[in-house]
T-cell receptor, first 109, second 114 residues
Framework: GQNIDQPTEMTATEGAIVQINCTYQTSGFNGLFWYQQHAGEAPTFLSYNVLDGLEEKGRFSSFLSRSKGYSYLLLKELQMKDSASYLCAVRDSNYQLIWGAGTKLIIKP | DTAVSQTPKYLVTQMGNDKSIKCEQNLGHDTMYWYKQDSKKFLKIMFSYNNKELIINETVPNRFSPKSPDKAHLNLHINSLELGDSAVYFC?????????????FGPGTRLTVL
């Protein structure tokens, strides 16, 4: 079966750095997405990786290793507004998006 | 200039009723989706639809049916509502560009079945 694994919850301190990991086992691979979802709101797009390596976008970076079936989202200079759930999603060989259950990130002052 | 909109935002209804949720996108995207997000926050695809093909998640009960009057709309009709249908339902749309298709989500409809 297809599977996306992420930690259920993480806690970090304002101003620090946090890395949210995602491992996947899917039938084929056609890209990996990270979305942010604040409580009570819709998911919004953060990043996309299809080739191995690091994609940097401001305070957020996303890394992919296709051979390991692994990605991480790195958040730097954490702010209170970064408290949210972070969803990892992989597009499989049928171009269907397979979603992880999300990682709830709690930022403490 | 809302990109993806849904109505209603909240829906409270009795078991056994039939209800519809409307979705509209003004992005000109070819593909639209319906997702269900339950209390555990797991986002589950229900349908994806473009003007050529409807893909149904086989685990979705046939009480749920998408209806698309045109390319910009994908409504969700639910028959004989059950308690387990209580969840947040998200509509989304996407278009392939630059080799990827980012999904844009509507604000969600919180359905409560009593």
């Amino acid at each position: 079966g297809q599977n996306i694994d992420q930690p259920t919850e993480m806690t970090a301190t304002e101003g620090a750095i946090v890395q949210i990991n995602c491992t996947y086992q899917t039938s084929g691979f056609n890209g990996l997405f990270w979305y942010q979802q604040h409580a009570g709101e819709a998911p919004t797009f953060l990043s996309y990786n299809v080739l191995d390596g690091l994609e940097e976008k401001g305070r957020f970076s996303s890394f992919l290793s296709r051979s390991k079936g692994y990605s991480y989202l790195l958040l730097k200079e954490l702010q209170m507004k970064d408290s949210a759930s972070y969803l990892c999603a992989v597009r499989d060989s049928n171009y269907q998006l397979i979603w992880g259950a999300g990682t709830k990130l709690i930022i403490k002052p | 200039d809302t990109a993806v909109s849904q109505t209603p935002k909240y829906l409270v209804t009795q078991m056994g009723n039939d209800k519809s949720i409307k979705c509209e996108q003004n992005l000109g995207h070819d593909t639209m989706y319906w997702y269900k997000q339950d209390s555990k926050k797991f986002l589950k695809i229900m349908f994806s639809y473009n003007n050529k093909e409807l893909i149904i998640n086989e685990t979705v009960p046939n009480r749920f049916s998408p209806k698309s009057p045109d390319k910009a709309h994908l409504n969700l009709h639910i028959n004989s509502l059950e308690l387990g249908d209580s969840a947040v339902y998200f509509c989304a749309s996407s278009q392939v560009a630059g080799g990827r298709d980012t999904q844009y989500f509507g604000p969600g409809t919180r359905l409560t079945v009593l």
